[in-house]
C-alpha cells in the first residue's frame, strides 16, 4: 500500500509517496517508516537529499493514507 506524504519547507510543500508498512499497525511507528520510505523514494527519482534541506524535515511531514 501507499500513501503520500506532504514535506512542508518554508511556505512550500513537496510531495512524495511513501510505503506503507503493512506488517505494523497504525500508530507513530509505522508513519515514521512511511515518512522514511518517502523521503528514500524522493532522493532517488531527484537526486535531492531533504535532510541536507531541512535536518527536521521528518517533524514537518503529515503522511495522507
Known sequence: M???VVFS???SE???NGIVPVN???GV???NMTINNA???F???T???LYEIDEKIRERAKVIY
Open 39 to 41: 523521503i528514500k523514494q
Open 47 to 49: 537526486g535531492i537529499d
Open 14 to 16: 513537496i510531495k512524495s
Open 43 to 45: 532522493k532517488k527519482d
Open 29 to 31: 511507528g509505522r508513519d
Open 2 to 4: 501507499k500513501a503520500i
Open 9 to 11: 519547507i518554508g511556505e
Open 24 to 26: 505494523l499497525e497504525p
